[in-house]
Every structure is written in C-alpha cells, then in structure tokens.
C-alpha cells in the first residue's frame, strides 16, 4: 500500500512521540507499505515543527527536527507534485498534499484535516482511488490486533 501522510500526521509521528501517528509510521516501515512524500510535506513539516507551541509540546530541539526530517527522506518515495484544479476550496494551501497522493499513486491519503473529508474533495480522491483516512483509522486497517483494544 502507498500512502501519504499529511503534515499533521508526519508532525505528530515525530521519534518523540508515542501516539497514532508514531505507530502508524511503524507499522508502514514494518510491512510492504510505502511512504509517499514530496518537498511540499517536508517543508511544511519543518515550518510547523518550529512554532512555538509544538516546540514546547514536543521538546525538540533544532538538531532533532532535521533527524526527524532526514528520516522522512530516507525512508519515503520523494515525488514530484504538480498541482492542478483547485479540489480543497475550504483551504487551497492543502491542494499540494492532495496532489503528492495523485503523483505519487498513493491508495491513502492519511489526514485529521476536516477539509479533506469535505465530499467533494472525497469524491476526486475515490475517482483516482485514493481513500481518505484518519491515523487511526489506517492504523486498524495494517495493525488488525489494534482494534480489538479498548
């Protein structure tokens, strides 16, 4: 499975973290599954690391958001995005995320953002085969066990 993870999620699966989106990481890099990921996700990832209110959620330090980010690198499929049609009108800065799961053949596109469940941008994404899903949602779908937990 390939999938792409927004920058909320990719925010929160930090080497800090001990959440869904952590495990979710794992659980991808542990079976046959791809992380699609373009320059668009890894800068915004970068910038959002920084404000202040994750520095201090988070307790990471400079050195530890570049390890965080040199990781993504390493273990994704970078794609290049070309953003086309405008699909998220609720917030079109969310447009390059959509499109690196289009360019980058992904099946999922993994995202707590209220705007991409809006029906018309679920609408192109099951037109290009894309599920839209929660952390926990793809989490339950690789990691079977974890849904028979409370």
């Known amino acids: 499975m390939r999938v792409v993870l927004d920058t909320g999620v990719l925010v929160r699966a930090n080497a800090k973290s001990r959440g869904p989106a952590r495990e979710l990481l794992m659980a ?72 690196t799961a289009v360019d980058g053949h992904a099946n999922v596109l993994c995202t707590l953002d209220r705007d991409f469940f809006q029906p018309g941008v679920i609408a192109f994404c099951r037109g290009r085969h894309i599920a839209v899903m929660t952390d926990v949602e793809l989490l339950r779908l690789l990691v079977p066990k974890r849904s028979a937990e409370p």
């Open 28 to 99: 991808i890099l542990d079976g046959p599954h791809e992380l699609v990921i373009s320059a668009f996700l890894l800068e915004e990832t970068a910038r959002v690391l920084r404000y202040p209110r994750l520095l201090a959620r988070h307790g990471l330090s400079e050195p530890e958001i570049e390890d965080h980010l040199d990781f993504l690198r390493r273990i994704s499929e970078l794609v290049d995005v070309a953003v086309g049609k405008p699909v998220v009108v609720s917030d079109p800065d969310d447009d390059p995320v959509l499109y």
